[in-house]
């Protein structure tokens, strides 16, 4: 299961897999950072999710650069935000107040549900 006040890197098809059915599972929010190692804005944000899934403990975060295509994703980085292994909303780019934004909007719709 993904660690809390960390974003869970799923290095492989099936630890994606595993992790992101346990996350469905949990009824949390789940975002999604799709991501590339040679991709410089992938690398911009990534210190900035870090930081946010230390302070939104009540979040699951994770990476991955492996299962892009099943998702459409075309650009990197692209944020998916998963309620119940639902995709309810999205982020392209680094743009951190907008990802600040739709999380925060996602993750009070999750307590209030």
């Known amino acids: 299961?993904?660690?809390e006040g960390l974003v869970?890197?799923?290095?492989?098809?099936?630890?994606?897999?595993?992790?992101?059915?346990?996350?469905?599972?949990?009824?949390?929010?789940?975002?999604?950072?799709?991501?590339?190692?040679?991709?410089?804005?992938?690398?911009?944000?990534?210190?900035?999710?870090?930081?946010?899934?230390?302070?939104?403990t009540h979040v699951i975060?994770?990476?991955v650069d492996s299962v892009s295509?099943?998702?459409?994703?075309?650009?990197?980085p692209t944020?998916?935000?998963f309620k119940e292994g639902k995709i309810v909303d999205r982020v392209v780019g680094a743009k951190k107040d907008e990802l600040v934004a739709k999380i925060e909007q996602h993750a009070t719709q999750v307590a209030s549900a």
Do not use: N
């Not at 469905?24 to 410089?40: G, H, M």
């Not at 295509?69 to 990197?76: L, Q």
């Open 8 to 56: 869970t890197e799923c290095q492989t098809v099936e630890l994606w897999s595993d992790i992101f059915t346990k996350a469905s599972e949990s009824k949390k929010l789940t975002v999604v950072d799709f991501t590339a190692t040679w991709c410089p804005p992938c690398r911009f944000i990534a210190p900035i999710l870090a930081d946010l899934a230390k302070k939104m």
């Open 79 to 81: 944020f998916l935000f």
């Open 61 to 63: 975060f994770l990476k």
């Open 1 to 3: 299961m993904a660690e």
């Open 69 to 76: 295509e099943k998702y459409d994703v075309e650009a990197m």
